[in-house]
């Protein structure tokens, strides 16, 4: 009698300090993306201006007008036309170490948009973006942004990694034409960052939820026995 009450004691106890000694669970996540999962916004401009200025950056179509996919059609800008496609994506809670890079050919001009502010623009109307490096960036951990291809007129350096948020994020890009036709061209973006969100429902147990899961049948089965 007396063994068995110091060994359910014993059982709530270990199970106690194996919740506290358990570390977080942190696995690096990679969202990867390119001009194939973006949907295109039924709403087009016409010889908007657009600057180095990220005023001058038109406003956002309604989240229901992104709904075209991304083909031949949909991607093509006729003389001073623009357009505007979108990509969405999640973040869990407690989301850290976030780093995004981006890269993207338009033909002719372009505006990064993360949920809702300008982060990027291209002005400059030149063959060489079409070549690599293609105009991009990359944003580190630290929040610190770089143009990796020298080709940027606007690039916000420092204050993107707060618009990135637990939950539904969005990418849009502006694109538009300068003379005779354009489009929408190669795009390939990544997003990294750590997570504590448990693993899905169908990994492989680790070997602490495994310990718990045990000792936790131990101590059911010594509780059934005290009862008796
Ligand atoms: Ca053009």
């Known amino acids: 009698m007396k063994f068995r009450k110091i060994f359910i004691r ?21 969202i990867t993306f390119n001009e194939t999962n973006f949907l295109i916004s039924t709403t087009t401009t016409n010889n908007t201006p657009l600057t180095s200025d990220p005023a001058s950056a038109p406003a956002i179509p309604d989240d229901s007008t992104f709904t075209l996919a991304p083909n031949a059609t949909n991607t093509y800008f006729s003389n001073l036309q623009g357009k505007f496609e979108r990509y969405n994506f999640v973040l869990p809670t407690g989301f850290s170490n976030l780093t995004f890079s981006f890269r993207t050919s338009v033909n002719d001009l372009f505006a990064l948009y993360v949920n809702g502010t300008v982060v990027a623009i291209q002005t400059s109307s030149t063959q060489t973006n079409f070549e690599e490096p293609l105009p991009g960036f990359f944003m580190n951990s630290a929040g610190t942004a770089t143009d990796t291809s020298g080709k940027l007129e606007y690039l916000l350096t420092s204050g993107m990694l707060p618009l990135f948020q637990s939950g539904a994020n969005e990418l849009t890009l502006f694109g538009r034409d300068t003379i005779l036709f354009g489009g929408f061209g190669p795009t390939f973006g990544e997003i990294i960052y750590n997570t504590n969100e448990p693993p899905p429902p169908n990994g492989v147990p680790e070997p602490a939820t495994m310990l718990l899961l045990g000792l936790g049948l131990v101590g059911m089965a010594g509780v059934r026995r005290f009862k008796k």
């Not at 199970?15 to 696995?27: E, I, K």
């Open 10 to 30: 014993g059982s709530i106890i270990t199970v106690f300090f194996v919740f506290l000694v358990m570390p977080n669970v942190v696995s690096a996540e990679t």
